[in-house]
């Protein structure tokens, strides 16, 4: 289900039911990687895919579990990049998890957001925001990538705020004071990474309503050049009009469109399978990739 209660699912009705984009405890999920794929299970969902930020640790657990539960897998992650102060994020899918240049890009990514945190929130307590980093690395799962919804979820646990969506409308978002930016390579170098790690990069909700600027037709038209091969067009964070970008583009360059819920368990709002992927759209994913990584049946 959509935001407003409507179903959208791109194409047939028939078939599958996708979702491309999901996160676990080992990124900025509340669900570990086992009970993610159980609920995924129970909701229904056919084939998921877990894109944790800038990490490929849940995929074994993962695996584990959908070859039990008879859940489809794709094994994916999302990048944190950046162009002119602009967040934009990218999804990688069915990449080598032993590529040496994506790993040491992805493990700059994690170290720096943990030392960015710790900036942020004494920011944030020097304005008497009760909030303390320990408090904040208290929220964040053993060997996870730390980010800002473990702020959030620091000042829930205090009785703050009731719900991350809070924080990041106060807080957190990164027009607020007490943001802080973080390594992230820009769009078109993350395109590169993940092509030569033998993966399958599209954008995510490219033209997001919330969270930043989001991207422009002219960044698109560099990512497709060095790779790109779809755009999230199908997400909570896009309205009619930024659909309507993301098809124009698409018919433009040829590129996939996809559907996911960006699912974060409690964190947000979003559900597993608000939003879907066509199963010829998969198809092509994995014909783009190297078949280095393949996606995990049952």
């Not at 702020?151 to 009731?162: F, V, Y």
Request: proline letters at 6%; charged letters at 20%; aromatic letters at 4%.
């Amino acid at each position: 289900m959509t935001s407003d209660g409507s179903a959208r699912r791109p194409g047939r009705q028939s078939g599958p039911v996708i979702d491309l984009h999901a996160h676990s405890t080992v990124s900025d999920g509340t669900e570990s990687p086992t009970v993610l794929v159980e609920a995924a299970t129970a909701a229904g969902i056919d084939v998921l895919a877990l894109t944790d930020h800038d990490t490929v640790g849940g995929w074994e657990e993962a695996t584990r579990a959908a070859r039990r539960t008879g859940l489809t897998l794709v094994p994916g992650i999302e990048i944190s990049c950046a162009v002119g102060g602009v967040s934009i994020h990218l999804l990688g899918y069915l990449t080598d998890p032993d590529d040496p240049a994506l790993m040491a890009e992805l493990a700059h990514a994690r170290e720096s957001r943990a030392t960015r945190l710790a900036r942020m929130v004494a920011r944030m307590a020097a304005d008497g925001i009760p909030v303390t980093y320990e408090q904040v690395l208290a929220q964040v799962a053993p060997g996870a990538t730390a980010g800002r919804p473990h702020i959030a979820d620091a000042l829930i646990a205090n009785g703050t705020i009731r719900h991350r969506d809070e924080a990041f409308e106060v807080w957190l978002a990164e027009d607020s004071p007490y943001y802080v930016s973080h390594h992230a390579p820009h769009p078109v170098r993350g395109v590169e990474l993940v092509r030569a790690a033998g993966g399958v990069p599209v954008l995510a909700h490219p033209f997001t309503l919330t969270r930043s600027r989001g991207a422009d037709e002219a960044l698109v038209e560099q990512m497709y050049a060095a790779g790109l091969v779809g755009l999230e067009a199908f997400h909570r964070d896009h309205g009619p009009e930024q659909i309507a970008r993301a098809e124009a583009l698409a018919e433009r360059f040829g590129l996939l469109l996809t559907g996911s819920s960006d699912y974060h368990g409690a964190g947000k709002l979003n559900r597993l399978g608000e939003h879907t992927t066509d199963p010829e759209v998969l198809d092509a994913i994995e014909r783009a990739s190297s078949g280095v990584t393949t996606i995990v049946r049952p």
